[in-house]
């Protein structure tokens, strides 16, 4: 088995020298253990890179593609949940 970390993949993505180094390491897709936390971090590399809207930060990811996974609305009052589909904003009370 090989594990390839998020930045190998990066580098493999952005067509850098560095990126062409792990290439022998993912060329047998039946060989690799990819953890969900790496596919979160490249998918939001390559959101970022493709224009997309600003990352949530890793912990509220989850919590979010948890949400959208299973049907839940999400009720928060994190400002960066505030526009997405599937939330329900809490506004909290002005000190």
Avoid: K, Q
């Amino acid at each position: 088995m090989i594990l390839v970390d998020s930045c190998g993949w990066l580098e493999l993505f952005a067509s850098s020298p560095l990126g062409e180094a792990y290439r022998p390491a993912l060329e047998n897709a039946a060989e690799l253990l990819v953890p969900t936390i790496c596919l979160l971090e490249v998918g939001r590399r390559l959101l970022t890179w493709r224009g997309g809207a600003a990352a949530l930060p890793c912990a509220d990811s989850i919590i979010y593609v948890t949400a959208r996974r299973h049907g839940a609305e999400l009720w928060t009052h994190d400002a960066h949940f505030r526009d997405l589909p599937g939330v329900r904003f809490v506004a909290a009370p002005v000190p």
